[in-house]
Structures are given as C-alpha cells and as structure tokens.
Nanobody, 118 residues
Framework: QLQASGGGLVQAGGSLRLSCAAS????????MGWFRQAPGKERESVAT??????QTSYADSVKGRFAISRGKNVGYLQMNSLRPEDTAVYYC???????????????WGQGTQVTVSS
C-alpha cells in the first residue's frame, strides 16, 4: 500500500527526489517518514513529517540537504548535495505510533536504491 520510487545512481553533489505513493485507503491522517539502510548498518530514520505537514524532523546527517514534504496520499524526499555516505536503500513508512517509548510504523513501502558515486 506504499510504493517508493525515484532512486537511482547519482554523482556526489547531485540531487534525487524520492516519492512514496499510498494506495488502498487515505493516508492523510497518518504521519509519514523516510528511513534508510546501508549495507552492514542498521536502518536509520532520515526524516519524518506530521499528518498536516506542519511538523518535520531530520537526522542531523541530512539537515540542510534533504527536505520532506507530502500531499494527501503521497510523500516526497528531496535530496540535494548528495554524498557517497547517503548510499543506501531508502524506505518510506506511514502511521507512526509509540508504545512504551518505542516507535512503531504501521505501513512500509518496498525500498528504493540510492547510490551516490564519488
């Protein structure tokens, strides 16, 4: 029900825009997020956005370079000034909840590969 797209191969300093299309039912009441996982590393949160779009948060490593945005049933991650260390599989997610201090996401899209060459 979440379909991520827009990944690819780009040179360092370049840009990519990832999209996350939701289907099946309305996702407009859900927060959305982007995560990434590099080979041999744990998955990490990249950016999140509230259901209204008014609140966003970013990992320190991408602040000032990435921008998350959304529509009613679609999310975006604009990635500028890409670096080789941004290379990873990127996943989108929706419906954040928190239980006993732990974060959970109800919906996940398949990953899209982003490769940044030096």
């Amino acid at each position: 029900q979440l379909q991520a797209s827009g990944g690819g191969l780009v040179q360092a300093g370049g840009s990519l825009r990832l999209s996350c299309a939701a289907s099946g039912h309305s996702f407009r009441s859900y927060s959305m997020g982007w995560f990434r996982q590099a080979p041999g590393k744990e998955r990490e949160s990249v950016a999140t956005i509230s259901s209204s779009g008014a609140q966003t948060s970013y990992a320190d490593s991408v602040k000032g370079r990435f921008a998350i945005s959304r529509g009613k049933n679609v999310g975006y991650l604009q990635m500028n000034s890409l670096r080789p260390e941004d290379t990873a599989v990127y996943y989108c997610a929706a419906q954040r909840s928190e239980v006993h201090g732990r974060e959970y996401w109800g919906y996940w899209g398949q990953g899209t590969q982003v490769t940044v060459s030096s």
